[in-house]
């Protein structure tokens, strides 16, 4: 669904105000050696009820039909990386994180789709998340994720108010958003990520405060907040009138960080914040350029510099896994050059930012408002955050 980039646990917690207690792992970094973020897990499942009008991810609202020989397909591909029956020649490594996205995975059958997941080989502490619709969540569909390691939702929320909503395209209430994490809570998951979308056309700096406030009065742990973007090939596309402002996109930005902040959850890449301990591990295994499987229609995979993508739609995906053959569409190898500046690109959106020396110094001194030391290391400010690119352009790998 739409963050579009995602842990058996607890007995319910009422959902107050106040964040959840910081869980009891380790504070949350990029910077730990890749083998202990560990072995990363992404599969998608590309159907939706209805495509958003901003939305260019490979999803499909026509393939219903298809659900059952995909989830088959989806099986078949799981089973095959599990056992190293697939290219790699290899078993694929334990999961540490896993990450069922789209696309909208609770639109699926969920004793179906968890009949799927299960065969992931996975660590028991794995961070486990699936992505929903909260028009879709009830709490038996909680509890049959959960009944094989699901610990973590994330919920598309992406507005409190309904008139924005309607303008996203989007099709949910505001109401069965509180009735989504109210059954997070009755299934004994304390673990949940609300997805917002600022920048909408119609929507007012009091509708963007309003949105951050709702969060906070959920008790969502982690936060996800982007800015809309206006992708080639989407509807929002061809109506300039709709189009996001850049200014008003940054006071939003600075009113949820301030709320956001004010509340306990902490700014830890530029479009996340978390309850300390509540930071999402997946995103961390693709921050430190770590290894990853995908599995599905259009899902992308890294193994040790070799990145793959497999094809885009569930139909020819289906049919190349019934045909015995790999779903991979193409691959790149990434010389160790690459591999390097992609990184410090990445961490350079991260809380650790980038080591010193991957800047000039005059460079440092010429962005000083983007960008300041910490130690031996660069973060960008919060003007910087909002103009990562900028400073990513002069990274030195
Ligand atoms: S719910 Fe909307 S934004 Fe999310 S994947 Fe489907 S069409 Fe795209």
Redesign the pocket.
Same mark, same amino acid.
């Given at each position: 669904? +739409?963050s579009?980039v995602s842990r058996a646990d607890a007995a319910p917690q009422p959902h107050a105000t106040a964040p959840h207690a910081p869980a009891p792992h380790t504070p949350w970094s990029t910077l730990a050696p890749v083998a202990e973020i560990g072995f990363g897990v992404y599969v998608h499942v590309p159907f %939706?009820?209805?495509? %958003?009008d901003? %939305?260019a991810?490979a +999803?499909f +609202?026509d393939r219903a039909h298809l659900i059952d020989r995909y989830l088959a397909a989806l099986k078949v591909e799981i089973e095959r990386a599990a056992t190293g029956a697939d290219s790699s020649g290899a078993a694929s490594p334990l999961a540490s994180t896993i990450f069922v996205g &789209?696309? +909208?995975p609770s639109l699926v059958d969920p004793q179906a789709l968890v009949t799927v997941l299960d065969a992931i080989p996975r660590r028991d502490d794995a961070e486990f998340t699936i992505e929903c619709?909260p028009d879709d969540v009830t709490v038996d569909m909680l509890r049959t994720f959960r009944s094989i390691g699901v610990n973590r939702i994330s919920l598309?929320m992406q507005s409190a108010r309904e008139h924005v909503l309607l303008s996203l &395209?989007?099709t949910h209430t505001p109401a069965n958003v509180k009735r989504a994490v109210d059954a997070i809570a009755d299934a004994g998951l304390d673990n949940f990520n609300l997805d917002v979308i600022y920048g909408g056309a119609g929507e007012s700096l009091a509708d963007w405060k309003s949105t951050i406030e709702s969060v906070i009065a959920l008790g969502a742990p982690h936060v996800s907040a982007y800015g809309l973007t206006v992708e080639n090939g989407t509807a929002l596309a061809d109506q300039p009138d709709r189009h996001p402002d850049d200014d008003d996109q940054a006071d939003k930005y600075d009113i949820a960080d301030d709320l956001l902040a004010a509340s306990g959850r902490m700014n830890y890449e530029i479009s996340n914040w978390a309850v300390p301990g509540r930071e999402c591990r997946h995103n961390a295994v693709y921050w430190s350029g770590g290894d990853y499987a995908g599995f599905g229609s259009a899902a992308h995979a890294h193994r040790g510099g070799r990145r793959s993508w497999n094809v885009r739609t569930p139909d020819r995906y289906i049919e190349l896994i019934e045909s015995g053959k790999s779903a991979e569409s193409s691959h790149e190898e990434l010389d160790d050059r690459t591999r390097r500046l992609e990184r410090l690109q990445l961490q350079l959106r991260t809380r650790d930012g980038v080591p010193r020396e991957a800047l000039a110094d005059a460079d440092v001194e010429e962005m000083s408002e983007l960008v300041q030391p910490h130690g031996d290391r660069l973060v960008l400010t919060r003007a910087g955050r909002l103009l990562a690119n900028e400073v990513s352009l002069r990274l030195r790998a």
């Amino acid at each position: 669904m +739409t963050s579009h980039v995602s842990r058996a646990d607890a007995a319910p917690q009422p959902h107050a105000t106040a964040p959840h207690a910081p869980a009891p792992h380790t504070p949350w970094s990029t910077l730990a050696p890749v083998a202990e973020i560990g072995f990363g897990v992404y599969v998608h499942v590309p159907f %939706c009820h209805h495509k %958003c009008d901003y %939305c260019a991810f490979a +999803t499909f +609202t026509d393939r219903a039909h298809l659900i059952d020989r995909y989830l088959a397909a989806l099986k078949v591909e799981i089973e095959r990386a599990a056992t190293g029956a697939d290219s790699s020649g290899a078993a694929s490594p334990l999961a540490s994180t896993i990450f069922v996205g &789209g696309g +909208t995975p609770s639109l699926v059958d969920p004793q179906a789709l968890v009949t799927v997941l299960d065969a992931i080989p996975r660590r028991d502490d794995a961070e486990f998340t699936i992505e929903c619709n909260p028009d879709d969540v009830t709490v038996d569909m909680l509890r049959t994720f959960r009944s094989i390691g699901v610990n973590r939702i994330s919920l598309g929320m992406q507005s409190a108010r309904e008139h924005v909503l309607l303008s996203l &395209g989007r099709t949910h209430t505001p109401a069965n958003v509180k009735r989504a994490v109210d059954a997070i809570a009755d299934a004994g998951l304390d673990n949940f990520n609300l997805d917002v979308i600022y920048g909408g056309a119609g929507e007012s700096l009091a509708d963007w405060k309003s949105t951050i406030e709702s969060v906070i009065a959920l008790g969502a742990p982690h936060v996800s907040a982007y800015g809309l973007t206006v992708e080639n090939g989407t509807a929002l596309a061809d109506q300039p009138d709709r189009h996001p402002d850049d200014d008003d996109q940054a006071d939003k930005y600075d009113i949820a960080d301030d709320l956001l902040a004010a509340s306990g959850r902490m700014n830890y890449e530029i479009s996340n914040w978390a309850v300390p301990g509540r930071e999402c591990r997946h995103n961390a295994v693709y921050w430190s350029g770590g290894d990853y499987a995908g599995f599905g229609s259009a899902a992308h995979a890294h193994r040790g510099g070799r990145r793959s993508w497999n094809v885009r739609t569930p139909d020819r995906y289906i049919e190349l896994i019934e045909s015995g053959k790999s779903a991979e569409s193409s691959h790149e190898e990434l010389d160790d050059r690459t591999r390097r500046l992609e990184r410090l690109q990445l961490q350079l959106r991260t809380r650790d930012g980038v080591p010193r020396e991957a800047l000039a110094d005059a460079d440092v001194e010429e962005m000083s408002e983007l960008v300041q030391p910490h130690g031996d290391r660069l973060v960008l400010t919060r003007a910087g955050r909002l103009l990562a690119n900028e400073v990513s352009l002069r990274l030195r790998a």
